[in-house]
């Protein structure tokens, strides 16, 4: 099958699982044509199969803003008609559903036709979604996708509640490669960072408002009072100023690593002990599935779908949003037990192979084949 991906090529979860996608669609013989603003970051393109179609927006000076849909509808036809797509997936709501559906009408007019497929990631339902200024556009293309999938039952909900929905959502969830887990090694020297043998707490996020880091700060304050432990933040974003502010009000800097973007996040996570995700919301988590997929347990929010992925008492912990006490002392149970601790490591690795890219890759070639069927019979 010759499939069409858009995503966000930029650090976050919704453009790492459409690159992780099609890096196993095209292992699976599929053609997959990427188009993005920029190359996706993990998306290696020494592959037969996989194509990399950039677009740029011009810096026009009459436009404030640039006309980024208008390009990519644009680039879609083209790659549509020239690369004979079967199927196009789009990766975020907003813009990409209504994209999708601008360049399926422009190819209609050309007797072309194109099926797309929406992926709902998370943000673009629950925080951005919610703007009334976008509400009739993404119901609309909503309703115009010939699928529409989300990444966690929660997410599948929240959709349904915030819009006026009549098509049906196929629940798909994240997915890694276990392949890529299955041999622990340790990438990067423990020592470095915890040279007397300190407990490693990590968090890695875009450091947006919504992933609460502060509530990392002081958990991670708590734990540190009654453990040794080292802190690593990876990622970047509005508020790692304001967090490096907070760690030095509270005399904690010594102890906090800053690591910034890494591309690999096993790299550091085979040196953690516990990753922390207090976020306010959160449609699945797939940094916490990374994060268990390399032995290590969770101590995460009870938000969106993280108790579909983070199993309380099990793989980790979840607490009620912003009850950074209850956090704490989750951590400190298991970092005081060896024993307890090594038990939730290994539930952790058990939990994240339910997430294997072999298990979920034949759903979305499964959802492919349907939209593409139907679209040759309804035509
Ligand atoms: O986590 C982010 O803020 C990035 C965002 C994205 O769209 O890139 O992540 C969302 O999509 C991921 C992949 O489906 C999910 O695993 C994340 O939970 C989700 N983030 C939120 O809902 C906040």
């Known amino acids: 099958?010759?499939?069409?991906?858009?995503?966000?090529?930029?650090?976050?979860?919704?453009?790492?699982?459409?690159?992780?996608?099609?890096?196993?669609?095209?292992?699976?013989?599929?053609?997959?044509?990427?188009?993005?603003?920029?190359?996706?970051f993990r998306l290696n393109l020494f592959n037969e199969n996989l194509f990399f179609h950039e677009f740029s927006v011009n810096d026009y000076p009459l436009f404030e803003y640039q006309p980024y849909e208008s390009v990519l509808a644009s680039k879609i036809v083209d790659v549509a008609m020239y690369e004979h797509l079967d199927v196009l997936h789009v990766h975020y709501a907003i813009p990409h559903a209504s994209v999708a559906y601008?360049?399926?009408?422009?190819?209609?007019?050309k007797k072309i036709s194109l099926p797309y497929i929406t992926t709902l990631h998370g943000t673009d339902i629950t925080l951005v979604g919610r703007d009334p200024a976008f509400e009739p556009v993404i119901r609309f293309s909503l309703n115009h996708s010939n699928a529409i999938t989300s990444v966690s039952e929660s997410l599948k909900k929240d959709t349904l509640k915030t819009f006026k929905i009549d098509n049906k959502i196929t629940v798909i969830p994240n997915f890694i490669n276990m392949?890529?887990?299955?041999?622990?090694?340790?990438?990067?020297?423990?020592?470095?960072?915890?040279?007397?043998?300190?407990?490693?707490?990590?968090?890695?996020?875009?450091?947006?408002?919504v992933k609460r880091v502060e509530d990392v700060v002081h958990v991670f304050d708590s734990v540190r009072k009654e453990v040794p432990a080292k802190l690593?933040?990876?990622?970047?974003?509005?508020?790692?100023?304001?967090?490096?502010?907070?760690?030095?009000?509270?005399?904690?800097?010594?102890?906090?690593?800053?690591?910034g973007k890494i591309?690999?996040?096993?790299?550091?996570?085979s040196v953690a002990d516990l990753f922390v995700l207090p976020s306010e919301t959160e449609s699945f988590g797939l940094?916490?599935?990374?994060?268990?997929?390399?032995?290590?347990?969770?101590?995460?929010?009870?938000?969106?779908?993280?108790?579909?992925?983070?199993?309380?008492?099990?793989?980790?912990?979840?607490?009620?949003?912003g009850d950074v006490k209850d956090m704490s002392e989750n951590a400190l149970k298991l970092l005081k037990s060896?024993?307890?601790?090594?038990?939730?490591?290994?539930?952790?690795?058990?939990?994240?192979?339910?997430?294997?890219?072999?298990k979920i890759l034949p759903l979305y070639e499964k959802l492919y084949n349907e939209v593409v069927l139907k679209e040759i019979v309804t035509g």
């Open 287 to 321: 940094a916490a599935l990374e994060a268990m997929a390399m032995r290590v347990p969770v101590i995460s929010t009870n938000t969106g779908g993280l108790p579909e992925v983070n199993i309380h008492g099990k793989t980790g912990f979840l607490s009620n949003i």
């Open 179 to 209: 392949k890529d887990y299955e041999t622990v090694k340790e990438y990067c020297v423990k020592r470095k960072y915890a040279p007397k043998g300190e407990k490693i707490l990590v968090h890695i996020s875009n450091f947006r408002k």
């Open 338 to 358: 060896e024993k307890l601790l090594e038990q939730f490591r290994k539930s952790a690795f058990e939990q994240a192979q339910k997430f294997d890219v072999q």
């Open 102 to 109: 601008m360049a399926q009408q422009i190819l209609k007019s």
């Open 263 to 269: 591309t690999d996040p096993r790299e550091i996570l």
């Open 1 to 40: 099958m010759n499939i069409g991906m858009v995503c966000f090529p930029t650090y976050g979860g919704s453009g790492v699982v459409a690159t992780e996608l099609g890096i196993a669609l095209a292992n699976e013989g599929h053609k997959v044509h990427f188009m993005s603003y920029s190359q996706p």
């Open 232 to 259: 690593i933040f990876v990622g970047d974003g509005p508020e790692k100023t304001a967090i490096e502010q907070l760690t030095r009000q509270l005399d904690l800097h010594h102890d906090v690593i800053h690591l």
